[in-house]
Structures are given as structure tokens and as C-alpha cells.
């Protein structure tokens, strides 16, 4: 299998800048050390899901069900991987080669996941790794302020303020190499379809399982909405909270980290100090205990010879930090 290096591995046409190893040109101090802002971090990725598990507790019996939880879970399970595998491992950093039809399966489940269509999520994710934490990183909690205020700004920034700032210019010249794909270029182009195909699907098996009108609106809304919304935060977090809170097992460029809770929801994807040490790499999850069901997925394709060329770290690489 190929090796990483501790770089961004793109293709040609969009090959950026070497990512270095050392933070010693980091100009703001990594944020989320002091208690007060561990307790803002850990509210800001716990309580959204305190809030959909009371929902659930309060409306069980007349506008939720097992049905309506199953429904959720497999959403949330198939649009999330759409994003984790597809859009994130898959598209913006190839760590595994597969085929066309794949390659449109999980650009779709990606778009259903309603975070942009694929050539944007691609583009901005591989902005965020060419200036991680600095400047032009989209979403950074760094360079914020100090304190329980900054910490606050830059929370609220990398979670959601920054889907309401201007998008950056030229954004697509990062995805130079998907453009060229037209298949690609016209799963992206069809968000709008994908969007609401995603909100009919849970609809409709919510009549045909839960029955009539009822069935349907519980499919909608726990199928569809909920689930967006779990996505959402869960995805969300990741920019957020591994970037705030959790442990540096490697000296990286960045203030990436690994937090097992955001592990555990975003199917791997909160290994994120370990993603950023090695990019390129579908396996996100380094130790046997870090779940990681995206990589689980990649080796599931890759068993029935559906993904190949599946990329794996190096781990002598990367410098190892005492933070582990």
C-alpha cells in the first residue's frame, strides 16, 4: 500500500503548499487549555444531542416510535458516511481509489447530508488544510481573542459563523481535478435534487412502515430534519471542538486534535489531530480503540473489490508529541 507523507496529497493540478511539521509559526497560542473553555467546548458538542434525546423522551409514544428512531439512525448512518467516506476521505484527499458507480453513490449520500454540493465541500475542506489555522482557514476557532469571550467567538465561528461569510474567491480552483470529471461536475450541480431526495426517501418509508399521513410526516421530520440536524452538529464539531479541545498525539502545523466523543459521532472523523499528521490516509482511528466506522466501511468496499489503492500512514513520519 502507498505511504503518506505528512503533506496534502493532491493531484497536480491542485497541489498546495507543503504543510510543515513544526508550530513554531503558529502566531496565536492554541485556545481551549483552561477549564472554563473545556466546559464551553464540551456543552457546545453534548447538549444539541440532550436536546434531540429529550425530544425523542417527550414525544415517544405519539410523535416518535422505534420506527421513527430506526429511520433516524439509518439516515444518519447513510448520509454521514456520504460525507466521512465520499465527500471527505474519497474526494478531497483520494485516500482509496473505487469506480464510477460508487464514486456517484456516495456523491449523492453526500449531497443528502445538506452541507454544500460536492465540488464546494470538496474545495473549502482543502482550503482548511492549506491554511489551517491560520488566516485564510475558513473555519478556525484561532485568532479569536483570549479568554472565555475568545474562546467563545471562535467556537461559534468554526461551527456555523463562517457558512455566513462571503465565500472566498476563486474557491473552485481547488477542485481543478474533479471538474474534469463530468460525472462528478453534474452530481454537484444536482444539489438541489439530491437535497430533496433526501427529505422524500425517510418520507416515504415512513408511510409505507408507520402508515398514512402520521407515517409520513414522522418520516419527514425524524428521517429527514433530525437527522440533518445531527449531521450538521456532528460535521460542525469537527471544525469546532478538534480544533479546541482533545489530545496532540502529533506535532502538527495546526491546533487539531482528537476528541474521543466527536470520534465516536462522526464515525472517525474526530481523530482529527491524527487526520492532519496524515491526510491523505483513509485510516483516521491509529489505535484499536479509536472506533473509526468510516475506515471500517473503506475496508468493507475494499473486501468485495469495491475500493483499492487504499492509503495507510506512515507513522515514523511524524514527529510524536508528549500530549498523547
Given at each position: ?128 488544510h ?54 462528478l ?32 410526516f ?32 502529533y ?19 474526530g ?41 495507510q ?12
Amino acid at each position: 500500500m502507498e505511504l503518506i507523507q505528512n503533506h496534502l496529497s493532491l493531484p497536480e493540478a491542485t497541489m498546495l503548499p507543503t504543510m510543515q511539521t513544526t508550530t513554531d509559526h503558529i502566531n496565536a497560542a492554541p485556545p481551549g487549555a483552561t477549564l472554563s473553555s473545556k466546559i464551553v467546548t464540551l456543552a457546545a458538542v453534548i447538549l444539541p444531542f440532550l436536546g434531540l434525546l429529550a425530544a425523542v423522551v417527550s414525544l415517544w409514544g405519539w410523535a416518535c416510535g422505534w420506527g421513527a428512531v430506526a429511520l433516524l439512525g439509518v439516515m444518519y448512518l447513510l448520509t454521514g458516511l456520504g460525507i466521512t467516506v465520499g465527500f471527505h476521505r474519497l474526494f478531497t484527499h483520494q485516500s482509496f481509489e473505487t469506480n464510477r458507480v460508487v464514486k456517484f453513490i456516495f456523491g449523492v449520500l453526500g449531497s443528502m447530508a445538506v452541507q454544500g454540493s460536492l465540488l464546494k465541500w470538496v474545495a473549502l475542506h482543502r482550503m482548511h488544510h492549506q491554511h489551517s489555522d491560520h488566516e485564510h482557514d475558513p473555519h478556525s476557532p484561532a485568532h479569536h481573542g483570549h479568554g472565555a469571550l475568545g474562546v467563545l467567538k471562535g467556537l461559534w465561528h468554526s461551527h456555523m459563523g463562517w457558512l455566513f461569510k462571503k465565500e472566498p474567491p476563486d474557491l473552485l480552483r481547488y477542485v481543478k481535478d474533479l471538474r474534469k470529471s463530468k460525472m462528478l461536475s453534474t452530481v454537484s450541480a444536482l444539489f438541489p435534487l439530491w437535497v430533496t431526495l433526501g427529505l422524500v426517501i425517510p418520507t416515504v418509508i415512513g408511510w409505507l412502515l408507520m402508515g398514512g399521513w402520521q407515517g409520513a410526516f414522522l418520516g419527514l421530520v425524524w428521517g429527514g430534519l433530525a437527522r440533518i440536524f445531527m449531521v450538521h452538529h456532528v460535521t460542525w464539531s469537527i471544525n469546532s471542538i478538534c480544533h479546541l479541545w482533545g489530545q496532540q498525539p502529533y506535532k502538527v502545523a495546526d491546533h487539531s486534535r482528537n476528541n474521543f466523543i466527536v470520534g465516536l459521532l462522526a464515525l472517525g472523523e474526530g481523530w482529527h489531530n491524527n487526520h492532519h499528521a496524515f491526510p491523505t490516509s483513509a485510516r483516521h482511528g491509529l489505535r484499536w480503540w479509536q472506533v473509526d466506522m468510516s475506515y471500517w466501511t473503506i475496508q468493507l468496499l475494499s473486501f468485495f473489490r469495491l475500493a483499492w489503492n487504499v492509503k495507510q500512514p506512515k507513522l515514523q513520519l511524524v514527529p510524536v508529541t508528549t500530549n498523547s
